[in-house]
């Protein structure tokens, strides 16, 4: 089932051919939406983006990117208004992983039956760059918006692997793009002994995210650090083994709430199929893919590049075997 929130353009989402399961009208701020539909699961929500108040402050746009899952979201930008169509706008939804959006009430079901991903609205970034460069343009953004995309790594599970995880999937992705990977508050990236690894302190990322003009993707080791508000995406590492949940939930209760809309990745230890279901269904998380194990002395382009596949990267379709067996994981939430 479908939602929808609708102002200025309610009645064109009225007459959409879905099946509604919850629908607001009015204009709301961007915490009511959250509280709203934070939990509730929907296939697909159609946001009309006058019902935001305030849409214009990025900083609300930001948080609800940030609250919501935005594969889901189809937002109608309003026709009316010059800023929402501007390439400084539109630039800045792309960079914070917003890419359903559209000025043309005719486009509303087709992004509703084919959701974009990065690679179908990526101009939208390097034509404000062209136009920036040539009017020697100076905007206000935490990060300069280029070509250059920045992919956050982040263990969910004590020791889920995200160093190596970091350094393999620049392995893969050096093949296509000029890329580094950047380790933050931690030295572990350095014993690969890789010049195109780095480790630095937390206040140093920006830094090295604007120097590096000539990079295209970064990859980050999130670590402890609270950067993912810098990331295109976040990839939430999880080693499933019984005694790692267990103790995650034991600490942290609330974690599985605060990564709900995460891409999720399994990580250090492969499931089948009916493991994942489980999983999905005792954490109420959906796994985004499955990695599984890997051998760092191994060349492992058959396993992230159908992940780099479905995140728009790359082109590449590669056959994975995800249904070997292993055993079940027990209950993680058994006391």
């Known amino acids: 089932m479908d939602t929808v929130i609708g102002n200025k353009y309610i009645d064109i989402f009225n007459n959409l051919d879905i099946e509604v399961s919850k629908k607001l009208e009015g204009e709301y701020d961007v915490d009511e939406i959250i509280e709203t539909f934070g939990k509730f699961f929907f296939n697909k929500m159609f946001l009309d983006i006058t019902s935001i108040k305030n849409y214009k402050d990025m900083d609300n746009l930001k948080k609800l990117s940030m609250n919501l899952d935005m594969d889901k979201v189809i937002l109608l930008l309003d026709k009316d208004d010059a800023i929402s169509g501007s ?13 359903n959006f559209t000025t043309d009430s005719n486009a509303l ?5 084919n959701p974009n991903i990065y690679r179908d609205v990526a101009h939208y970034q390097d034509i404000y760059n062209d136009n920036a460069a040539a009017s020697n343009e100076n905007v206000n953004l935490s990060i300069r918006p280029n070509k250059k995309k920045i992919i956050g790594i982040k263990n969910v599970t004590d020791g889920a692997g995200s160093t190596t995880f970091c350094y393999l999937l620049m392995k893969v992705l050096s093949d296509y793009y000029n890329v ?8 572990d990236l350095t014993f690969f002994n890789d010049n195109n690894c780095f480790s630095i302190k937390g206040n140093e990322l920006e830094s090295i995210i604007n120097r590096n003009d000539d990079v295209e993707i970064i990859i980050i080791d999130l670590n402890d650090s609270r950067k993912e508000n810098l990331c295109n995406d ?9 005694i790692k949940l267990n ?11 605060n990564i709900r809309y995460g891409k999720i990745i399994i990580n250090k ?3 089948s199929n009916k493991d994942i279901t489980n999983f999905e269904v005792e954490s109420n998380l959906k796994v985004y893919y499955n990695v599984g194990t890997v ?3 191994e060349d492992n382009s058959s ?13 590449e379709q590669v056959n994975t075997d995800e249904s070997t067996s292993k055993k079940s994981i027990f209950d993680i939430f058994k006391k």
């Open 87 to 99: 390439d400084v706008f539109l630039a800045k939804l792309v960079s914070m992983g917003i890419y």
């Open 180 to 187: 580094i990977v950047v380790g933050v508050d931690s030295v």
């Open 295 to 297: 051998n760092d002395k």
């Open 303 to 315: 396993i992230f590049l159908p992940l780099l596949s479905k995140l728009g990267y790359v082109d």
């Open 269 to 271: 230890l492969l499931l």
């Open 247 to 257: 103790k995650l939930v034991t600490i942290n209760p609330g974690i599985f709430d």
């Open 109 to 113: 079901m087709y992004l509703y039956k």
């Open 234 to 242: 976040v990839l939430y590492l999880i080693e499933p083994s019984t």
